[in-house]
């Protein structure tokens, strides 16, 4: 300069590239930021929907069925009386005795899956509508009971009918004598808090009025 002072010359290139640099770091930060925040809300809701999973399914498959309570639970007319819940293992004991026994004999109305289920329905949704249209859920509770999912899944539905309408659903058929610490805790909460009725297995003689009190237990709302 004539004023014996040296201007240094910025190189605009390496300003732009500086802007560029720094610009890109606070995108990546701000990038991370909201995936980090969408995985958090993601998370939440995943719980959410686990926490209340079965009303959730309950509450899908009741509405699918367009389902409608114009008259009161104590005038309303049931399809049936019960609807067995029982584990394939059981099958036998469910036919040839507790089939015959109700139906036959005491001329009640039971939904059996393999029989009563409408084909081509989704498994879920004939379960949901075998427990509306039935006064009672009868449980043959045994250890293969304990190990099919699709009876847990029954049972819960059982639950949420009892929990959404105020009646009584469940009622357990106690077919083997289980410890109560082999019970998981939602079986042994719906065990405790519904209707149960032991078979009087060393008992043959009793056998005739262990029906009869069956009968009157799903009959009664």
Same mark, same amino acid.
């Given at each position: 300069?004539?004023?014996?002072?040296?201007?240094?010359?910025?190189?605009?290139?390496?300003?732009?590239?500086?802007?560029?640099?720094?610009?890109?770091?606070?995108?990546?930060?701000?990038?991370?930021?909201?995936?980090?925040?969408?995985?958090?809300?993601?998370?939440?809701?995943?719980?959410?929907?686990?926490?209340?999973?079965?009303?959730?399914?309950?509450?899908?498959?009741?509405?699918?069925?367009?389902?409608?309570?114009?008259?009161?639970?104590?005038?309303?007319?049931?399809?049936?009386?019960?609807?067995?819940?029982?584990?394939?293992?059981?099958?036998?004991?469910?036919?040839?005795?507790?089939?015959?026994?109700?139906?036959?004999?005491?001329?009640?109305?039971?939904?059996?899956?393999?029989?009563?289920?409408?084909?081509?329905?989704?498994?879920?949704?004939?379960?949901?509508? #075998? !427990?509306?249209?039935? @006064?009672?859920? +009868? /449980?043959? *509770?045994?250890?293969?009971?304990?190990? %099919?999912?699709?009876?847990?899944?029954?049972?819960?539905?059982?639950?949420?009918? #009892? !929990?959404?309408?105020? @009646?009584?659903? +469940? /009622?357990? *058929?106690?077919?083997?004598?289980?410890? %109560?610490?082999?019970?998981?805790?939602?079986?042994?909460?719906?065990?405790?808090?519904?209707?149960?009725?032991?078979?009087?297995?060393?008992?043959?003689?009793?056998?005739?009025?262990?029906?009869?009190?069956?009968?009157?237990?799903?009959?009664?709302?």
């Amino acid at each position: 300069m004539s004023d014996g002072t040296v201007q240094h010359f910025v190189d605009i290139f390496e300003v732009i590239a500086d802007l560029q640099q720094q610009c890109s770091n606070f995108s990546s930060i701000l990038i991370g930021a909201v995936s980090c925040f969408f995985c958090l809300i993601l998370s939440l809701v995943s719980a959410m929907m686990y926490r209340f999973r079965w009303k959730l399914r309950y509450w899908y498959y009741a509405s699918r069925m367009s389902y409608t309570r114009a008259q009161s639970q104590e005038s309303r007319q049931f399809d049936f009386d019960a609807f067995v819940s029982y584990a394939s293992d059981d099958e036998d004991f469910v036919r040839s005795q507790l089939v015959h026994n109700l139906e036959v004999q005491e001329n009640l109305r039971l939904n059996v899956h393999d029989r009563d289920f409408t084909p081509g329905q989704p498994i879920p949704y004939n379960i949901v509508a #075998a !427990v509306q249209n039935s @006064r009672r859920t +009868l /449980v043959v *509770l045994t250890r293969h009971l304990l190990q %099919s999912d699709w009876c847990q899944y029954e049972m819960q539905m059982a639950n949420m009918e #009892a !929990v959404h309408t105020g @009646r009584d659903v +469940l /009622v357990f *058929l106690l077919y083997e004598d289980i410890p %109560s610490h082999e019970l998981p805790r939602q079986v042994l909460y719906n065990l405790q808090s519904s209707t149960f009725i032991h078979f009087p297995h060393d008992h043959p003689e009793l056998q005739s009025n262990f029906w009869m009190r069956l009968t009157e237990v799903l009959k009664d709302l």
